[in-house]
């Protein structure tokens, strides 16, 4: 069992930068690649970013690219998702996800969610 719990999430302005943290617990946490996901009002949760289970890969999605990175600390079992110039269309519910394949967690394929935590990009 693996158990995911988001945190770091805040109201800032545009251009701002944030830090979301996402602590795992679980034996087996450094197995699963984990990634983050985010839901706007009205939307479709959408992939976001990914790391695989030995943080040598990364993925981002398009819209994230240059602005946001994902990192992980083995150690402290811990993830994050450092987001950097933020924009108004940034703001979501972002999710932290775990899954046992990096490539199934990037089309959506999640065994583990977290609870979510808001973020919200005033213009």
């Known amino acids: 069992q693996v158990q995911l719990v988001e945190s770091g999430g805040g109201l800032v302005q545009a251009g701002d930068s944030l830090r979301l943290s996402c602590a795992v617990s679980?034996?087996?946490?450094?197995?699963?690649?984990v990634g983050w996901f985010r839901q706007a009002p009205g939307k479709e949760r959408g992939f976001v970013a990914a790391?695989?289970?030995?943080?040598?890969?990364?993925y981002l999605a398009d819209s994230v690219k240059g602005r946001f990175t994902i990192s992980r600390d083995n150690t402290k079992n811990t993830v994050y998702l450092q987001m950097n110039s933020l924009k108004p269309e940034d703001t979501a519910v972002y999710y932290c996800?775990?899954?046992?394949?990096?490539?199934?967690?990037?089309?959506?394929?999640?065994?583990?969610w977290g609870q979510g935590a808001q973020v919200t990009v005033s213009s």
């Open positions: 996800a775990a899954s046992i394949s990096v490539q199934g967690l990037r089309r959506g394929v999640v065994d583990y």
């Open positions: 679980g034996r087996t946490f450094s197995r699963y690649a």
């Open positions: 790391i695989t289970w030995g943080g040598s890969n990364t």
